[in-house]
């Protein structure tokens, strides 16, 4: 078993009903979870565990979110991936299942600099694995599963 600021569920579970969720929720820090499928997966982020103060600067700063978050799919997607980016979600949509790890700590990190006293640095420089310890890291149960060869 090993840490990450994410949740790992199966893609015909429910979205936000989990405790990753409620305890992001209520930690105020970003909710990132992997649906997953046999090879494919979705790394999503969803702003509502975030604080209130959070809207307006994400919202003043969508276009360098999403120049970053574009920087991210790229480094972990392939011609069957596509990209959602809203002020309210972040989706990196069917990426290969062997990258939706590295994903969702990058997307973590991203998200995690816009909560109240971050720092940001400039549009799509996080590195892979800036990614700031969740301050309610949960323990990963399973690993995702293999993709099939």
């Not at 569920?9 to 909710?31: G, I, L, N």
């Not at 959602?84 to 990426?95: A, E, F, S």
Request: glycine share 2%; aromatic share 8%.
């Amino acid at each position: 078993m090993f840490d990450a600021p994410f949740d790992r569920v199966e893609a015909s579970a429910p979205f936000a009903d989990s405790d990753w969720f409620h305890a992001c929720r209520q930690t105020q820090t970003p909710y990132v979870v992997i649906r997953y499928s046999e090879q494919r997966a979705d790394v999503l982020w969803d702003f509502v565990t975030l604080p209130e103060c959070c809207d307006a600067v994400i919202r003043a700063h969508l276009d360098e979110l999403e120049q970053s978050a574009r920087a991210i799919f790229l480094r972990h997607a392939d011609a069957e991936s596509h990209l959602r980016v809203k002020p309210t979600l972040i989706g990196l949509d069917r990426l290969p299942i062997e990258q939706a790890e590295a994903a969702a700590d990058a997307l973590y990190a991203l998200v995690a600099t816009y909560l109240p006293g971050a720092r940001r640095p400039p549009p799509a420089s996080l590195p892979e694995t800036s990614a700031p310890p969740a301050p309610a890291v949960r323990q990963r149960e399973r690993p995702l599963p293999e993709a099939a060869h």
